[in-house]
């Protein structure tokens, strides 16, 4: 595939006769990619909170930063300036995993202790609740260690089962059940742990299969496409505008950005409590200004990084 796109015809006349020409665009995706060096004293000293294993990290449409922990209040949200706004979900949750928000500003979350995916209002208020709470399973109505949840543009929304199942559930706006696909295994659609999960603008899927060190695309219906390899191990992902997939690889304690091609493109990030090092991180995110936090299991903070 070609980083190059047809993009317009123009028309010209010359001695009565005409002239077709084409305009060609490079793929966003494959453009250079800034350097990013890591901000100091972000979040702010001053929180209130003390952060415990970050496992999650999205931002709303104004940029506040909302952080999934495990500790309680599991949810903190900051300004984009590190400044503490508020938190909330004491006593909900008991082992946090994967938080998404949605383009209504709901915020979703799965919980792999109690087996649950949960959406929320913005301001925290429990608007829908799937599977069973301490019942894992893989019927419809339940999950196993369910890990992330990509919601696509027409509000559908795709659940990554994965510690206990290996699968990817499909479900209507409403929650209703829609279906299913995967397995364990190695083989193209088969899955040893999807752990990460996000959707494009078309209504590909894109899955984080952890444990075989790769990402692997699907058409919404779970046909197969392609799978990537030099992501690493995909603990975390985050899909941009121009589909420039950022992959947190929590084995090797990097970020690692592929273009729409699944072609390493950048990394950065080394072993370590430094600033700029990582100790397992387990999620990306970049806001609307092109800053990115990064959340770490182990190093029990978020760092967020901005171009040089």
Same mark, same amino acid.
């Given at each position: 595939m070609h980083a190059r796109t047809l993009v317009l015809l123009t028309l010209l006349a010359s001695s009565g006769s005409l002239v077709l020409t084409a305009a060609f665009a490079e793929d966003p995706s494959s453009k250079p990619i800034p350097a990013y060096k890591v901000v100091a004293d972000w979040p702010s000293p001053s929180s209130p909170i003390k952060l415990g294993e970050v496992s999650a990290?999205?931002?709303?449409?104004?940029?506040?930063?909302?952080?999934?922990?495990?500790?309680? $209040?599991?949810?903190?949200?900051?300004?984009? +300036?590190?400044?503490?706004?508020? %938190?909330?979900?004491?006593?909900?949750?008991?082992k946090a995993h994967g938080m998404r928000i949605d383009r209504d500003q709901n915020v979703w979350i799965t919980d792999v202790g109690h087996h649950l995916v949960r959406k929320f209002d913005h301001e925290g208020s429990l608007?829908?609740?799937?599977?069973?709470?301490?019942?894992?399973?893989?019927? $419809?109505?339940?999950?196993?260690?369910?890990? +992330?949840?990509?919601?696509?543009? %027409?509000?559908e929304f795709f659940v990554a089962d994965g510690y206990g199942n290996a699968r990817v559930v499909r479900f209507a706006k409403d929650g209703r059940y829609i279906s299913e696909w995967g397995s364990k295994g190695k083989r193209e659609g088969q899955f040893h742990l999807p752990h990460a999960i996000v959707a494009d603008a078309d209504g590909r899927i894109y899955v984080g299969d952890r444990e075989n060190d790769r990402v692997q695309v699907f058409d919404p219906q779970g046909k197969y496409l392609a799978q990537w390899t030099e992501g690493g191990a995909p603990y975390g992902l985050f899909l941009t505008a121009d589909r420039r997939l950022f992959v947190a690889d929590g084995r090797a304690d990097r970020v690692t950005v592929l273009d729409r091609n699944g072609k390493a493109r950048q990394h950065w990030g080394s072993t370590g409590a430094g600033p700029g090092q990582f100790d397992m991180p387990h999620a990306v995110c970049i806001d609307s200004q092109g800053d990115v936090y990064v959340a770490e299991i182990d190093g029990r903070r978020l760092q967020k990084f901005t171009a040089k």
């Open positions: 990290v999205a931002t709303d449409a104004p940029d506040r930063v909302f952080v999934f922990h495990r500790s309680e $209040p599991p949810v903190v949200v900051f300004d984009r +300036d590190g400044k503490y706004l508020r %938190s909330w979900g004491e006593g909900l949750v008991k608007l829908m609740t799937l599977g069973r709470q301490g019942m894992p399973g893989a019927a $419809p109505d339940r999950f196993n260690q369910p890990t +992330d949840v990509a919601i696509t543009p %027409s509000g």
